[in-house]
């Protein structure tokens, strides 16, 4: 759920490289009927991702082009084999696309390093966008599976689309720690009050449907592992209200950076627990 430039690459341009590749005449031919089409998918594309508005744009399985029906099994083979695979003539852009991502991370998770690009609205049932650039956004194998191949049927349920929305300015995910031997952390999400309805439901959903909690609470589980020896001799030195002064550092420092990290929130969590901050740090 954070964001990331727009690639810099039509669908026009990226189709015409893809289909250089073509050997089959006739198929070759009815895919060069399309360009229109491809043409004005981008456009209504970028006007409904604008809007917020992606799940209004109808879903089909073939494309009637000036040559010849083109099916959705053949578009997904043209990103396969002619964008997505190594070597292909799309390869470059692929990976220009790939390339967008901040410091390599995904911008689904915000943690996990990108491997592979989604498709906003999926290929299968939106075929003429299947190699279009502005519906492919690079992501980690994890968040890319655990999206599935569904595409939106609400505004609720319409993916935060990276190049497109932003809801970094403002918190949504919060922690809280587990007492136990060792100490653990569970994630939630917690939307501000002036967020409208649909927009709190869709980030919701989103952490829900790529497993964000069991993610973050897996790496929280080892990162209180991590920064216990220097806690101790925090405790040690100066006390259960120093632990917390430095906790709260922590948390300051990662949401100056970015306010809905897993790590700000973790620390936050921390220094806010009475039972953490008294040697709990040391189960």
């Known amino acids: 759920m954070w964001t990331i430039p727009k690639p810099a690459l039509t669908a026009r341009d990226t189709f015409d490289t893809c289909i250089e590749g073509i050997s089959d005449a006739d198929k070759k031919l009815r895919l060069e009927g399309l360009r229109a089409q491809i043409e004005d998918a981008e456009e209504a594309f970028n006007e409904r991702a604008t809007t917020t508005e992606l799940h209004l744009i109808a879903e089909a399985n073939v494309i009637n082009g000036a040559n010849g029906i083109v099916t959705a099994k053949e578009m997904e083979q043209l990103y396969d084999r002619h964008m997505a695979r190594q070597k292909s003539r799309g390869r470059d852009t692929?990976?220009?696309?790939?390339?967008?991502?901040i410091h390599g991370q995904c911008p689904f998770c915000g943690h996990l390093p990108v491997s592979t690009l989604d498709h906003s609205l999926p290929k299968a049932r939106h075929p003429v966008l299947a190699v279009t650039p502005l519906n492919l956004i690079p992501c980690c194998k994890d968040c890319n599976h655990n999206k599935g191949t569904l595409g939106p049927n609400s505004a609720e349920t319409q993916f935060f689309h990276a190049?497109?929305?932003d809801v970094t300015a403002d918190r949504w995910l919060y922690a809280e720690i587990v007492e136990g031997s060792p100490p653990g952390a569970i994630f939630f999400v917690n939307t501000p009050a002036n967020w409208d309805a649909a927009t709190a439901a869709r980030v919701q959903t989103q952490f829900t449907a790529l497993k964000l909690g069991r993610l973050y609470a897996s790496q929280a589980g080892r990162q209180l592992q991590n920064i216990?020896?220097?806690l101790h001799n925090i405790f040690e030195a100066a006390g259960f209200d120093t632990v917390r002064e430095d906790l709260e550092g922590r948390s300051q420092s990662c949401a100056a950076v970015s306010l809905n990290s897993w790590e700000g929130a973790l620390y936050e969590a921390a220094s806010q627990s009475d039972w953490?901050?008294?040697e709990g740090f040391g189960e």
Do not use: G, L, P, T
Request: hydrophobic fraction near 30%.
């Open 163 to 165: 190049y497109y929305d």
């Open 276 to 278: 953490y901050c008294n």
């Open 228 to 230: 216990k020896r220097s």
């Open 94 to 101: 692929y990976d220009k696309i790939m390339m967008a991502a």
